[in-house]
T-cell receptor
Framework: GQNIDQPTEMTATEGAIVQINCTYQTSGFNGLFWYQQHAGEAPTFLSY????GLEEKGRFSSFLSRSKGYSYLLLKELQMKDSASYLC???????????FGQGTTLQVKP | EPEVTQTPSHQVTQMGQEVILRCVPISNHLYFYWYRQILGQKVEFLVSFYNNEISEKSEIFDDQFSVERPDGSNFTLKIRSTKLEDSAMYFC?????????????FGPGTRLTVT
């Protein structure tokens, strides 16, 4: 089967760093994506990993370990506007359909 | 920056009625998708479309659903006879290439409420 797990909720303080974990089991692997979704809005693309290692993009970084079926999204210098759901999604092999996790709702507090 | 657009933003319909949700994908994209998200639940794949035919569909995408690209720009999702459980946010997405994992760009969504 295909399964993606991430924590349901997290809370962090403005200015701090937070790490959101994601573990996955899918039939083949062709990339892992992180999306940000504010309430009532569409997911917006944050990052993409297909090889092991860390990808950095401004305040956001994403890490992948394919052997462990594990990824994390690291958010630095948290801002209030970072309060949102963060969706981990995997693209299995031989398909174009993204498999999404449940999403992690991050609340940033002052 | 090019974007996927969707209309309407919110559709209210009565159970048993037909609805058509519309999407305009990014112009040079070739792969089109519909996803849905029931309130409080995860985003679920419905169907993908390429070269004027369905590439893949999920078990959710039964005979009540159909997709069409009626012209060079629009991509539609039709639900023939809506049920209460069809109430959800429907997202259209498009991507340039399927086999190389480019990110899929999502539209703003249509909130469908079935009463």
């Amino acid at each position: 089967g295909q399964n993606i797990d991430q924590p349901t909720e997290m809370t962090a303080t403005e200015g701090a760093i937070v790490q959101i974990n994601c573990t996955y089991q899918t039939s083949g692997f062709n990339g892992l994506f992180w999306y940000q979704q504010h309430a009532g809005e569409a997911p917006t693309f944050l990052s993409y990993n297909v090889l092991d290692g860390l990808e950095e993009k401004g305040r956001f970084s994403s890490f992948l370990s394919r052997s462990k079926g594990y990824s994390y999204l690291l958010l630095k210098e948290l801002q209030m506007k970072d309060s949102a759901s963060y969706l981990c999604a995997v693209l299995p092999s031989n398909t174009g359909k993204l498999i999404f996790g449940q999403g992690t709702t991050l609340q940033v507090k002052p | 920056e090019p974007e996927v657009t969707q209309t309407p933003s919110h559709q209210v319909t009565q159970m048993g009625q037909e609805v058509i949700l519309r999407c305009v994908p990014i112009s040079n994209h070739l792969y089109f998708y519909w996803y849905r998200q029931i309130l409080g639940q995860k985003v679920e794949f419905l169907v993908s479309f390429y070269n004027n035919e369905i590439s893949e569909k999920s078990e959710i995408f039964d005979d009540q659903f159909s997709v069409e690209r009626p012209d060079g720009s629009n991509f539609t999702l039709k639900i023939r006879s809506t049920k209460l459980e069809d109430s959800a946010m429907y997202f259209c997405a498009s991507s340039e290439v399927r086999d190389r994992p480019y990110e899929q760009y999502f539209g703003p969504g249509t909130r469908l409420t079935v009463t």
